[in-house]
């Protein structure tokens, strides 16, 4: 079964610094990797979409980079700003059928402080 | 509007009662899922469409869940007989087929408290 951990549970920051989160998965049979942002009592925003056969995506002041063979991912933020402050979660989909379900990790509680 | 609607955002229901929750996808998403999400856990895969045909239930959805999507465009989840455990948030989630570039658009989820 297919376990995502996300480290560390919770961050903060001051504004301006710049930061990574990391994410583990144990199955590296994976087609892709996505990181998503939530904010309180909210929906979920995809940020950033890494295919199973790409190392890295970038998009703004975010970039997350894929480790497969060890089951890894990082996403870094830079120049952290108070906006940023929510919880970010990282998702995998697992190969086999036509289900591309998503598997979570609990996600990282990041806050920003002005 | 061009995103995920789910309605509604709120549901107070006693415990025994019967819920139904609706999500409307985006237009051109012939996939579409519903997941549950308590609190401080991340979001776990209940069910999956792919336009009408329901094809993967998860172990989570016991006999009083029910999922439908008629003519493959907006989808119901109805529980039944709901108990304190079903208290959390039912996101809906659609796609169009691409792949491993397949992205998945949430909807802002419905809230669920059993009281």
């Known amino acids: 079964k297919q376990e995502v951990t996300q480290i560390p549970a919770a961050l903060s920051v001051p504004e301006g610094e710049n930061l990574v989160l990391n994410c583990s998965f144990t199955d590296s049979a994976i087609y892709n990797l996505q990181w998503f942002r939530q904010d309180p009592g909210k929906g979920l925003t995809s940020l950033l979409l890494?295919?199973?056969?790409?190392r890295e995506q970038t998009s703004g002041r975010l970039n997350a980079s894929l480790d497969k063979s060890s089951g890894r991912s990082t996403l870094y933020i830079a120049a952290s700003q108070p906006g940023d402050s929510a919880t970010y979660l990282c998702?995998?989909?697992?190969?086999?059928?036509?289900?591309?379900?998503?598997?979570f990790g609990k996600g990282t509680l990041l806050t920003v402080n002005p | 509007d061009t995103g995920v609607s789910q309605d509604p955002r709120h549901k107070i229901t006693k415990r025994g009662q019967n819920v139904t929750f609706r999500c409307d996808p985006i237009?051109?998403?012939?996939?579409l899922y519903w997941y549950r999400q308590t609190l401080g856990q991340g979001p776990e895969f209940l069910t999956y469409?792919?336009?009408?045909?329901?094809?993967?239930k998860s172990r989570l959805l016991s006999d009083r869940f029910s999922a439908e999507r008629p003519k493959g465009s907006f989808s119901t989840l109805e529980i039944q007989r709901t108990e304190q455990g079903d208290s959390a948030m039912y996101l809906c989630?659609?796609?169009?087929?691409?792949?491993?570039?397949?992205?998945?658009?949430f909807g802002a989820g419905t809230r669920l408290s059993v009281l």
């Open positions: 989630a659609s796609s169009q087929d691409r792949g491993r570039a397949d992205i998945q658009y």
């Open positions: 890494i295919q199973s056969s790409q």
């Open positions: 998702a995998v989909t697992l190969i086999g059928g036509s289900n591309y379900k998503l598997t």
């Open positions: 469409f792919q336009n009408e045909a329901q094809l993967e």
């Open positions: 237009s051109e998403h012939n996939r």
